[in-house]
């Protein structure tokens, strides 16, 4: 499966971005899906995680109320909403599919989208 990720750019403290990852393939909603961020010196972290059916998700702590991730399989498509967005959040974000299971392990992640870079300004 392809992975293209989207939405991502420049936004002031406090402002919202909308991230949005297509998948080709007709397997898509059969796939869990994540998104990841890496910032400059630091490892790649679990952002959120949603199960195939969209009827269950995880966030990390650091965004727990702020983000939300939803999926439109009719569509092939992930989105992460990001709201409050903090100059902590800018990374590059991916998006990533992982073909059984679901969670926040990076290492059960099978395929991964090219990445889309989020900077927010203080």
């Known amino acids: 499966v392809q992975l293209q990720a989207s939405g991502g750019g420049l936004v002031q403290a406090g402002g919202s971005l909308r991230l949005s990852c297509a998948a080709s393939?007709?397997?898509?909603?059969?796939?869990?899906m994540g998104w990841f961020r890496q910032a400059p010196g630091k490892e790649c972290e679990i952002v959120a995680a949603?199960?195939?059916?969209?009827?269950?998700?995880v966030f990390a702590d650091s965004v727990k109320g702020r983000f939300t991730i939803s999926r439109d399989n009719a569509k092939n498509t992930v989105y992460l909403q990001m709201n409050s967005l903090k100059p902590k959040d800018t990374a590059v974000y991916y998006c990533?599919?992982?073909?059984?299971?679901?969670?926040?392990?990076?290492?059960?992640?099978?395929?991964w989208g090219q990445g889309t870079q989020v900077t927010v300004s203080s």
């Open positions: 393939g007709r397997t898509f909603s059969t796939y869990a």
């Open positions: 949603i199960d195939w059916s969209g009827g269950s998700a």
């Open positions: 990533a599919a992982r073909t059984t299971g679901w969670g926040t392990r990076l290492s059960a992640y099978d395929f």
